[in-house]
């Protein structure tokens, strides 16, 4: 089994890839445009801000085919900044265009707590979730979606109001939290995208 | 709502742990990888590592043990000890550290936690804050407590802030190794002027120490004799702070 991971910046790749080769996955950083297409599996991890993500897909030329590849429903796993490249903008980086897969803005979470919100939170699935299972995982994030996109089955957690912890559409799915940093319980979910994307592709 | 994490620290120089680990469970109580690994069974909700040794030789030592701790470790791990660019960052964030704790060399230059930000995320970017009481109030102090700079401690944790950081590690250079406890006006002080989290670190003994400095306003706490020590586990901690109503993560 493999993954291929598309770089947006420079950190945390190390802790993604460290994640699925405990799970057995052989991984590969994209450096073609046409790998993005070609790919059984792709990750979209995501650090820094909303803005230097687009404008890295932007020069690498990964926008067309990340649309095309998730607009097709193959399997794909987005985390963290890589979840909010779906949405149309954020409000961290005014002007910044995302992928725009659904037209929701992200937004700063509005509240007395610390910002950014670093540290585990619960996760409540939706009930016909394939992979998210109730569960502690860790979120480093500062903006978030209040609610799920149309046509997007949504997790969601509390800080100082609901937010969206994950989606999943298909095989495709993109969590707000580092499931690569959430313990035991991110390494089943990883285990449940991978083997549930194997049948479609082995 | 987050839950309120307990963080181990390890020393780490040369590849090793200094200060000793004291694991019955362990083969080699110096070995980071081992050590990580256990406080994350036990319950620790991150890893900081502080790279204490002085020469280039170490610094290097240091990028292949994080690389090494992150091949095994499934949660969060910061890095700090010698950081003085964006350069060093990149090599740790490399080598798989989540985050990367500055301090002697914001204060040398404050644009370099802008610099930080910018290239990896507020999130990524901790500012280590060493404070000093100074009469009324605290002073920061750096290279190991060795300088004292004349810094309002309150003042520049606002000023970093500002510049970009996402995370105050705030350590009470008069409580550390005493077991006295954490300095709770500290804490209360800079966890009530900024509005990023703020781990409270220093001289913790007690699981007590850790209710106290959740509710003086931090949102972490960092431990490290206590249990290197071998006289509590991460779990006890956690069945403390939740017999006190606090929310940990089971």
Known sequence: ?202 | MTSVRVIPCLDIRDGRVVKGVQFQQLRDAGDPVEASAAYEEQGGDEIVLLDVSATPEGRSHAVDTVRKVRAELPIPLTVGGGVRSVSDAERLLEAGADKVGVNTAAVDRPQLVTELAERFGAQCTVVSVDAAQNGEGWEVVVASGQVRTGLDVVGWSRQVVELGAGEILLTSWDRDGTGDGYDLPLVEAVAGSVSVPVIASGGASQPGHLVDAIGAGSTAVLVASMLHDGEFTVGQLKWALADEGVGVRP
Not at chain 1, 34 to 57: K, N, Q, W, Y
Not at chain 1, 187 to 199: C, G, H, Q, S, V
């Open chain 1, 1 to 202: 089994m493999s993954v291929a991971i598309v770089p947006t910046g420079t950190a945390n790749i190390a802790s993604v890839t460290a994640a699925f080769t405990r799970a057995g996955v052989t991984t590969s950083i994209v450096e073609e445009v046409t790998e993005v297409a070609a790919a059984s599996r792709v990750v979209v991890p995501g650090v820094g801000s909303f803005g230097s993500a687009t404008e890295s897909l932007d020069t690498a030329g990964f926008r067309q085919p990340l649309v095309e590849r998730i607009s097709d429903g193959r399997p794909t796993l987005l985390i963290c900044v890589g979840m909010q490249l779906l949405a149309a903008g954020s409000e961290e980086s005014p002007g910044a265009r995302g992928l725009g897969i659904f037209a929701d803005q992200l937004g700063q979470f509005s509240t007395e707590l610390p910002v950014p919100q670093l540290g585990w939170n619960q996760v409540v699935p939706s009930e016909n979730s394939r992979f998210v299972t109730p569960g502690w995982a860790y979120f480093a994030n500062s903006f978030r979606l209040d609610t799920a996109p149309a046509g997007w089955l949504g997790a969601s957690a509390e800080y100082g109001g609901s937010f969206v912890a994950a989606i999943e559409k298909g095989d495709m799915l993109a969590c707000q939290f580092h499931p690569e940093l959430s313990g035991r319980w991110g390494a089943a979910l990883l285990e449940r995208w991978l083997l549930a994307t194997e049948e479609a592709n082995p």
